[in-house]
């Protein structure tokens, strides 16, 4: 859902059923709230019915304190009293999690050298495992281990569950990751020339495994499905060969907090990122 007016409203109009939240054809398991101190009366409530229903609520940083509006201000701000000691008592479906911190980032209009993943804080390792008692992660290094880099989105069409896996570093990544996917065959897609491969898999405690090879910036579509062929599938087109473009040609990198850089190759071709070779590199010329 867009935004938090959006959000509001249909929330308000949701469908409670098995512990989901039912809206616009969608379910949901888990409502996080995000360091929301203020908070309408009317969505305080329905968030109690949904946690009532077996829903799980998460709030992160702090728990709400007062309700927006004036009309009847105190009267309303005794409710939400009530109702968060009511919602958030122990032994329901809802979760505290203090530790979870929120910080505002700087924001830097330029582009910046790639960085490591700063580690895990506490709060988000207590949020991973909390949402992990309910819902089944789509996406998992070997031994949970944080992730450098690989990122995904995950979408469904029809039996299919589709996968869009790509390795933001600087350095390429090669490791075993599991889906949330059981009980179907597997290929990679290769969006830059078309290619569909199947792939090995490996099934155990419920998830799919298989190895992600995949260099700096690249990325792959893994698609899982019933009945997929074993067989590599043909292009519908030969691809075309690279174009070399000759030179001599002035490259050169520069951003906030990121010396400048510049290079001179006699020509482009295919093959590795010239941008990732001049980061390593960082040759500057005389």
């Not at 960085?115 to 207590?126: F, N």
């Not at 944080?146 to 990122?151: E, H, I, K, N, Y």
């Not at 290769?190 to 298989?210: A, C, F, K, S």
């Amino acid at each position: 859902m867009p935004n938090r007016s959006a959000t509001r409203r249909d929330f308000l109009a949701a469908r409670f059923d098995g512990g989901r939240l039912l809206v616009r054809g969608q379910a949901y398991r888990a409502l996080i709230l995000q360091r929301s101190q203020s908070i309408p009366i009317a969505t305080l409530r329905a968030i109690g019915r949904f946690v009532d229903a077996g829903g799980v609520a998460i709030a992160l940083d702090s728990l709400p304190s007062r309700a927006t509006g004036m009309a009847d201000w105190r009267a309303a701000d005794d409710e939400l009293r009530r109702l968060v000691e009511s919602i958030w008592r122990p032994g329901r479906g809802a979760h505290f999690i203090p530790g979870y911190k929120f910080t505002n980032v700087p924001f830097v209009s330029n582009e910046q050298p790639p960085r490591k993943t700063p580690p895990l804080q506490p709060g988000q390792i207590q949020l991973l495992e909390t949402l992990g008692k309910y819902i089944s992660l789509d996406f998992l290094r070997e031994s949970r281990r944080q992730s450098d880099g690989l990122t995904f989105h995950h979408r469904r069409a029809g039996e299919a569950d589709i996968f869009f896996v790509a390795n933001m570093q600087a350095e390429p990544s090669r490791e075993t990751v599991s889906f949330a996917v059981r009980g179907k065959r597997a290929q990679v897609w290769n969006g830059m020339d078309g290619g569909i491969e199947p792939v090995g898999i490996e099934e155990r405690d419920g998830r799919t495994h298989l190895a992600v090879d995949l260099a700096p910036w690249e990325s792959r579509f893994f698609v899982f499905a019933p009945g997929l062929p074993l067989e590599p599938a043909k292009r519908s087109r030969a691809a075309l060969p690279p174009v070399e473009i000759p030179g001599p040609w002035q490259l050169k990198l520069e951003g906030a907090r990121f010396p400048r850089t510049e290079k001179t190759v006699e020509r482009l071709a295919h093959g590795p990122s010239w941008a990732c070779r001049i980061a390593r590199e960082r040759e500057p010329m005389a």
